[in-house]
């Protein structure tokens, strides 16, 4: 990670995949370490299948605009292996891309009309962009921990482990949103998904 | 105590510490939230009007009667509310009336761009705009007092950005206001917009613009930030934060209020700094007034007139023109990528519409669309909507189009929301001028493509209180409709002999297609799953026709045709069964198909679907 004092994410993925929720965490989380904190995302269209795009950013200081520059996001989190290649651009040379093992097929290829791309593109692009790229089975591990639809709790535990806060203050803000009678199981999701990824240095807690 | 909000979130919470008494709305993407958050505070009495004219002359009459109201809507709505907020603005109120008008730059959910800091300008009345979610709450409860000292309507203009960003808010105490009055006004004078009255009203408008921009001289809406003096920026709104980023070392001069702008505050600024810039979404509007005063600057010279700024566009234009900014423009490296299949939004499996499509892409006739989810039944493979304007169109285009003498038999489609809306006068329009134009009312019993708020037609008000039901069909046959006919969405069969009936008149007929939308949280329990049976399936490919996004090809290959075979996602299915009906080989069992056949063979029953994939 760049600079300890601000951090910006770009998080992506297909309308009905939990993308909105862990923004919403995520910026939460932000606020309760003492960042100032934005959170940008489009609503409207993205329930009906489409591409969701939502951006996140902390600043030690003041964060001003709400949305992150082209090539300029520290870690891009994807639910979706190809909504990983189409965002790619946001993500700065060097970053770090959380990518799920999830192919969500659309209308265009499931029609026939067009071609899923393979996962080789994914090491490629972010290869070029000489950024980290970890692959998370997502559904695979909430699968596990008791419930699918979990995933997005599984990529954010993921992804806390490449960030210099303490795990309590992930959990704080995770048990508010999650409904009580799952707690047990998102306990067991956001482990699991911390336990897939190996800390950088720049996430030892301070 | 600091909590992460919306902009809408805060804005409906700014309403509530203000004492606002009664908000009205129409839902529309990206203002929808602010109403559905409000009403979930006490003291407030919150409504979806039938359309954001009725919602407009709702707020103005709880302000005529001394009490503080709102009313909301996306930038597209206020063209539908303009004749209120003319009226509005020349006859003022007795107590504080904002307008939120919820502007969409880059379209991500609408059918234009416009900036309606024009239709501020346009109607004399004062308009903020907040540039975070802070500024939402504070602005709202600037507006309510701003209107109450001016004796004017209040606009508070967001964009998308504002509208869906989220960022800490400091949270206050409603003030509990009482109404400003006991009884409703009888000054006709002001009230009364005849002629004779109006004109007297006009000076006073105009005046009061004037007032309100000397006022704006001192007011903290507006501030100077000095840094470097070289570049100065005046800004508002989202942009402000733009120039912050892009341009941190620059002289800002931010408005809160753009309208009208503060003459002295303008001046002291620009004899401040060397170069001045303007930077603001979309239209001139502050460097026209700018320019009016007789001040040279540069701003659509350097940035982008259509769609919405970000940082890297800021960055990039500015860089352009010689301006220093924080780093150099990022060099988006062509990446490695291969050629991305699209992700379109499409109608969601089950989906009542696809039926509607499906029949009307096989008559090939012409059919005007309107605004809704089933706007996307223009896409291929339905490919059944040859226009969609705005809101309540449709159904005026196609009578137009008939009257004209086009010859082919015109069909316009309407959702239940958008025929309450605006289509009933069309419709009264259609009955009364007798064009034969069939209507199809789409009834999925919701407004669903803005996430699900109860109409006329639900039977249900935004605060959860029952109501009576506006029922289409008798509503209908008042207006003067003889052909009328109501089928279940999902009866392929019933709604191509509806059709065909209905068809066989040459004169004005409606179709009612209802079936609840399928993503209703109680429809969803309801789901059931189907199979493809892969020893019937041919791989004809008959149901990719009907673009449900359920519906797969499979790896398997048919032994003689060598096509793929049709498989069915058993995550996405809903069970609505449109593809077992138009299967020749009746190789999709429904529902009732699947329980015989395990009944009849309860050892080889099939295997339970799973929620995982």
Redesign the interface.
């Known amino acids: 990670m760049a600079s300890p004092k601000a951090y910006s994410f770009v998080l992506v993925g ?2 009905g995949q939990g993308t909105l929720l862990a923004s ?1 965490i995520l ?2 989380v932000g ?1 309760a370490a003492g960042f ?16 969701v795009l939502s951006h996140v950013r902390w600043d030690a200081e003041r ?10 996001a520290d870690l891009l989190l994807s639910f979706e292996k ?2 990983a ?2 965002f ?2 946001f993500l700065k ?1 060097g970053g770090t891309a959380i990518v799920n093992d999830m192919a969500v ?13 393979g996962d080789e ?1 994914l090491r ?2 972010f290869e ?2 000489r950024a980290e790229l970890v692959m998370v089975p997502g ?1 695979r591990l909430a ?1 596990e921990a008791g ?3 979990a995933a997005n709790v599984v990529l954010l535990g993921a992804i806390s482990r490449l960030l210099p806060l303490p795990e309590a203050t992930w959990w704080e803000c995770l048990s508010q949103r999650v409904p009580k009678k799952y707690l047990d199981l998102n306990r067991v999701a956001f482990a699991s998904g911390r336990a897939a990824v190996a800390p950088t240095p720049a996430a030892t807690p301070a | 105590m ?1 909590r ?1 909000l919306s902009g809408n979130e805060a804005i409906a919470r700014g309403a509530w510490e203000a004492g606002v008494h009664l908000a009205a709305a129409y839902p529309g ?2 203002s929808t939230e602010i109403l559905e958050e409000l009403s979930r505070f006490p003291h407030v009495y919150c409504e979806w009007s039938t359309n954001e004219k009725v919602a407009v002359d709702v707020a103005v009459g709880a302000a005529y009667a001394g009490r503080r109201a709102l009313a909301a809507m996306k930038h597209v709505g206020l063209n539908v509310a303009a004749d209120s907020f003319f009226y509005a603005s020349f006859t003022g109120a007795e107590a504080g009336l904002v307008l939120v008008s919820a502007d969409d730059p880059a379209m ?2 609408s059918q234009n761009e416009q900036d309606n800091r024009r239709f501020a300008q346009f109607a004399r009345v004062p308009c903020l705009e907040p540039a ?1 979610s802070q500024e939402c709450k504070d602005f709202t409860i600037a507006a309510f007092d701003l209107s109450e000292r001016f004796d004017a309507p209040v606009m508070l203009r967001t964009t ?2 504002t509208n ?5 808010v400091e949270l206050g105490e409603r003030a509990d206001r009482a109404p400003r009055r006991d009884k409703f006004p009888r000054d006709t004078a002001k009230y009364v917009m005849i002629p004779a009255n109006a004109r007297k009203r006009h000076p006073l408008v105009e005046q009061r613009a004037r007032d309100v921009a000397a006022w704006a001289e001192k007011s903290p809406l507006n501030r100077i930030e000095w840094r470097d003096r070289a570049v100065g920026v005046i800004t508002a709104g ?1 942009a402000y ?2 120039a ?2 892009v341009m941190p070392a620059a002289s800002v001069l931010k408005l809160g209020l753009v309208y009208p702008i503060p003459e002295q505050l303008v001046r002291a600024f620009v004899a401040g700094v060397s170069r001045l810039i303007v930077l603001e979404e979309l239209d001139p509007v502050i460097e026209e007034q700018v320019r009016m005063l007789g001040i040279a600057c540069e701003g659509k010279s350097i940035f982008p007139l259509c769609g919405e700024l ?3 566009v800021v ?1 990039q234009a500015a860089a352009a023109a010689g301006l220093a900014v924080d780093h150099a423009p ?4 062509a ?14 499996a089950g989906c009542p519409h696809r039926g509607v499509f499906q029949l009307l892409s096989k008559k090939k006739v012409p059919v005007t669309g309107d605004i809704g ?1 089933y706007t ?1 039944g223009l896409l291929p ?1 339905l490919s059944a909507i040859h226009t969609c304007g705005c809101m309540g169109a449709g159904i005026g285009v196609a009578h137009g189009a008939a009257r004209a003498g086009i010859g082919e038999r015109m069909v316009a489609v309407i959702g239940d929301s958008t025929f309450y809306h605006t289509g009933l006068p069309a419709l009264a329009n259609v009955a009364y001028n007798q064009a034969n134009v069939l209507v199809v009312i789409l009834d999925n019993r919701t407004t669903a ?3 699900h708020q109860a109409n006329p037609g639900t039977g249900i008000t935004l605060g959860h209180q029952d109501t009576r039901v506006i029922e289409l069909e008798p509503l209908v046959r008042a207006l003067g409709i003889e052909h009328v006919a109501t089928v279940d969405s999902y009866d392929v069969d019933g709604l191509e002999k509806a059709y065909k009936e209905l068809m066989s008149h040459d004169q004005p007929a409606v179709l009612v297609a209802r079936r609840e939308c399928a ?1 209703l949280p109680e429809i969803r329990k309801q789901w059931v799953p189907l199979e493809v049976v892969e020893e019937k399936c041919t791989g004809c490919g008959i149901c ?1 026709r009907i ?1 449900c ?1 359920a ?3 499979s790896e398997e290959l048919d032994a003689k045709s060598g096509k ?1 075979l049709a498989l069915i996602d058993p995550d996405q299915c809903t069970g609505c069964e449109v593809c077992s009906q138009l299967c020749p080989h009746d190789a999709i069992p429904t529902r009732d198909q699947m329980r015989l056949a395990e009944e009849r063979q309860p050892a080889s029953c099939s295997t339970p679907v799973s ?3």
């Open positions: 297909v309308g919403n910026a939460e606020l100032d904190v934005k959170k940008s995302e489009v609503h409207g269209m993205a329930q009906r299948g489409g591409s964060v001003y605009s709400p949305i992150v520059g082209m090539g300029e190809m909504e290649l189409r790619a651009e040379p097929v659309p209308i265009t290829v499931s029609s026939g009309s067009a071609v899923y791309p593109h490629r692009v070029a962009l559904e699968q419930n699918v639809k | 600091k992460v993407t990206p991500h959910s975070d998308t950005r869906h960003s989220s960022g800490p989202v934060q733009y912050r980023e970000d940082p890297s960055r990022v060099e988006v490296a990446l490695p990528k291969p050629e991305l299949p699209a992700r379109p939004p499409v109608l969601c989810c996307l493979p493509m803005t996430g993503l990719f673009g996004p519906i797969l090809k793929p929620g995982g994939n």
